[in-house]
């Protein structure tokens, strides 16, 4: 249990759908994440949130929409994915002091399937 | 890009030590070392880091070399529950969130 809880664990969803990724941690941090995974591929940062403010953006293309409504939550909605985004998709968060601490709290993950 | 060199894979005997090596050989004056493992299946959960001291934690130790161009994460006594992929990574302290880029690791896997 690291304080970070992901819904759903897994997902499987058409190439038109429009699902939505959870995160939510309870440990008063202030720095939330978006992490992709792909099968034989290192961690890929894709989006990093400070106190509710994007500050990063990886490149992610527009078909996956962050949303960070307050410092505890975190979503990533998908529409019209391709099957090369099937992924484990991880949410961290960290505290932010003005300095870094190299520390990242991270969730179980949401194994994603686009048919 | 990584900035890290490790072992792709790696095998130890449970309840020896195991000795996980990183190069990182353009590190920086303020980087720091961090590592991090990632058991099947679940998110990375952070292990230890250092600037140049050797540190030691409940988990494990980390050597540094003075040049700081490599360092060995050791786990004292391993056990099939810390069979795992192990990151090493470089990255500076400036800034408040975090920006860790993660390599390939070293798959480390612990026989009974």
């Known amino acids: 249990e690291t304080g970070v809880t992901q819904t759903p664990r897994h997902l499987v969803m058409g190439m038109t759908n429009k699902k939505s990724l959870k995160c939510e941690q309870h440990l008063g941090h202030n720095a939330m994440y978006w992490y992709k995974q792909s099968a034989k591929k290192p961690l890929e940062l894709m989006f990093v949130y400070n106190f509710k403010e994007q500050t990063e953006n990886n490149s992610v293309p527009s078909r996956f929409s962050p949303e960070c409504p307050n410092s505890s939550h975190l979503f990533l909605h998908l529409h019209t994915l391709q099957p090369e985004d099937s992924a484990l998709y991880l949410c961290?968060?960290?505290?932010?002091?003005?300095?870094?601490?190299?520390?990242?709290?991270f969730g179980e993950g949401s194994r994603l399937t686009v048919l | 890009d990584a900035k890290t060199t490790q072992p792709p894979s790696m095998d130890c005997a449970e309840g020896r030590a195991a000795n996980l090596p990183c190069n990182h050989s353009t590190i920086s004056g303020n980087e720091y070392v961090y590592w991090y493992r990632q058991i099947h299946s679940q998110g990375p959960q952070y292990i230890i880091h250092?600037?140049?001291n050797n540190e030691t934690n409940e988990m494990a130790s980390l050597i540094i070399t003075e040049d700081r161009k490599s360092s060995t994460l050791i786990l004292p006594h391993a056990t099939l529950r810390d069979t795992a992929v192990y990151y090493c990574?470089?990255?500076?302290?400036?800034?408040?969130?975090?920006?860790?880029?993660f390599g390939k690791g070293t798959k480390l896997t612990v026989n009974p």
């Open positions: 961290a968060s960290s505290q932010d002091r003005g300095f870094r601490t190299g520390e990242l709290f």
């Open positions: 250092g600037l140049k």
């Open positions: 990574i470089v990255s500076g302290t400036q800034g408040g969130s975090e920006k860790l880029v």
